[in-house]
């Protein structure tokens, strides 16, 4: 019952610190969703859709970079921004823009490489009929992100799910810092190394409710699209 | 006029087609024959400008918006039947009207509002060939246009043929796995073997006197 | 315990999984094991390490050290995840105590609390004769405070002294918490050229370019305790391994030891044997 009214709390009630960290959650995710598919789709289709020479190795690298363990993003990332690294006069560190760098690291291979897959299957027979009434080059493009727009929704939205479950890079470049850039990842970890696993559990649960409502919301907007 | 000379096609070290000289001309049909794997395809997508040669050239073929190309399962996008047809146009007056009058003439305005992905394969045919016809043409490059239709289907799309030919007198070159349908269809017939031509002749005459041993064998599974 | 539901949950999974974890080792007729739940300062500066070994050759038992802030590390005594405890924050020792999970509570060493800063010391903090003085004047003038914020020991000293002064720090635009352990809050620190409370093993064994600017004041004292987690809640408990290492730590030669770590390589001792 207590862990039932914890997360009644935290969800409706007025605690402003945790309307604080779902802000910079989504505020985080959001961005850090919206950049990767920005680079990663089209990157993802030019891979996908293309033969040319260096795409085994061009794709080996998306596929290697998608192993890319979080806190070596985050390490990178820490390097890169720290006061002493090459862009430390930009006083990025431990804020929301360092998380989103970092996220974009991580996630962008990710949507690539789901997009390349996806695309790839039928890219053959795409490029075939689109020459076939005098479409070439870049004028291709259009046509597959309007094509896959439905898939390509899921893949924005598992990305979503990635950047707003990660824990180990934002840490790091975050810092978790009250108020500032503190998210429901990095919070569910403070709570748990303080020992109150009420807390960190009711956190969780918020956490997958938030996931929850933006898949739902994700839906209907894929419903929608798929109706042309 | 198009003519293909010398043309040298090889994958890795085996040999797809080897044409040393081919002409097509304006104001004819052309039947291509052939078995499975005999190099129709190669020869439409060499023209097409999609299969890379190893040698020799193609002249006489401007690939504008004048030549259309058919391949023999084209893709159907997943949003509607309408746009997939209206894709290729410039958004005009009399965009809806020329989309809506092909997609009748080949049997799919009841479907205008499906979407791409849910047609069967003789329906995305027949979609391919209504995108094609929606903007006018003078060279069509069809690959087995009726591998997948019914035979109603098939009737649609041969009437089209036959009524863009009579308007257009363009040119015609399609593949087809039914020597019925080149002696229906096509005035010059061209049967190819392992990559190469081996008799090319009027349907009368290749169908009922065929010159070489190969298409002898080849005429001889066709039973009607 | 205040909330039945979901510790229940959690002790009963540790608990199967610590008895799935048995099936197939042979019990030994004497626990020779004992689960040590430490505060960092303890691990990270190295004095664990250091005593392991003599301790485990003295006696025949085997350590197994975790180490986390004081709250998580008296959690896990709450748990029943640990036999004993060494960690250093008065108020939640005594929390822990008042529910009746401890056998035996032994303060037996102490060390000191630093407030270190940038070089230039914007603030002027260096002078103060008391914590209490030159946290008045971080708050007075503005200049940036990173807060462990995680309940540490650590934290909770720092924040009983901003209690001292009557300030109340959080939510300033000067005053960030972050929430993590001493490293990554001094690494923090280090970056935005900020001020901060450490004990200072820790502070030393840290490669940062701030500056302790005021040690050793009475009401800076940090003083360690071990507790022996009480066996009548969890009958597992190693009570009597518990015991030996208490007795151990009691010896010359412990005491020894405690009091000439990190001379060498710093040049005074980190840690202070309580008489």
Known sequence: MELINSIFE????????????????????????????????????????????????????????????????????????????????????????????AQVLLITPFISAMTANLVGVNAKVINETLVGVGIHGPKRLKYFLLDFRVPFISIILAGFGRSIAEVGAVQMVGGNVQFKTRVMTTAIMMQTNMGRFDFAIALGVTLLLISFLVNSIVNRIQKAVSDD | MIELKNVLVKAKDRLILDVPGLRFERGKRYGI???????????????????????????????????????????????????????????????????????????????????????SGGEKQRLGLAR????????????????????????????????????????????????????????EVIFLEDGRVIEIGSPQDLFNHPQEAETQAFLSHWVI | MKSNNPRNILILTVISILLLSAVGCAQEPVNKVIRMSTTTSVNDSGLMAYLQPEFEKATGYTLEIT??????????????????????????????IAEGFEEVRVPFM????????????????????????????????????????????????????????????????WYESVGQGMGQTLTIANEKQAYTLSDKATFLAHDNSLVMHLEETDDMKNTYSMIIVSAKRFAESNVEGAQAFVDWIKTEQARKMIAEYGVAEYGEPLFFNLD
């Open chain 1, 10 to 101: 935290l969800l409706f009630g007025t605690d402003p610190e945790l309307r604080q960290i779902i802000a910079v959650t989504l505020r985080m995710s959001l961005f850090s969703t919206l950049f990767s598919s920005l680079i990663g789709i089209p990157a993802g289709v030019l891979l996908g859709a293309n033969d040319f020479r260096g795409k085994p190795f061009l794709t080996r690298l998306v596929n290697t970079l998608l192993g890319l363990p979080p806190v070596v993003a985050g390490l990178l990332v820490l390097l890169l921004l720290s006061r002493s690294g090459p862009l430390g006069s930009f006083r990025l560190l431990y804020t929301v823009e360092a998380m989103v760098i």
């Open chain 2, 33 to 119: 024959i052939g078995e499975n794997g005999s190099g129709k395809t190669t020869l439409l997508r060499v023209l097409m400008g999609t299969v890379k040669t190893s040698q020799g050239s193609i002249e006489g073929l401007n690939l504008d918006h004048k030549v259309g190309y058919l391949p023999q399962s084209p893709y159907a996008f997943s949003f509607s039947v309408l746009r997939n047809v209206s894709m290729t146009l410039e958004n005009d007056q009399e965009r809806d009207e020329l989309v809506l009058e092909a997609l009748q003439k080949v049997g799919l305005g009841s479907l205008i509002h499906s979407r791409g992905s849910t047609l």
């Open chain 2, 132 to 187: 094609l016809l929606a903007v006018p043409k003078e060279v069509l490059l069809l690959d087995e246009p009726t591998s997948a239709t019914d035979i109603r289907g098939t009737d649609i799309v041969e009437a089209l043929l036959q009524e863009w030919f009579e308007k257009t007198k363009g040119m015609l070159i399609f593949t087809t796995h039914a020597p019925a349908q080149a002696l229906r269809m096509a005035d």
């Open chain 3, 67 to 96: 180490s986390a802030g004081t709250g998580a590390a008296i959690e896990k005594g709450r748990m029943g995840d640990a036999d004993i405890l060494l960690v250093h924050s008065k108020s939640a020792e005594e929390e822990f």
């Open chain 3, 110 to 173: 102490y060390n000191f609390f630093v407030i270190v800063g940038p070089a230039d010391d914007p603030a002027g903090v260096a002078g103060s004769a008391t914590a209490a003085e030159a946290f008045q004047k971080i708050a007075d003038t503005g200049s940036l405070f990173i807060s462990r914020g995680d309940d540490s020991g650590t934290n909770n000293k720092e924040n009983a002294i901003w209690k001292s002064i009557e300030r109340d720090p959080a939510g300033q635009t």
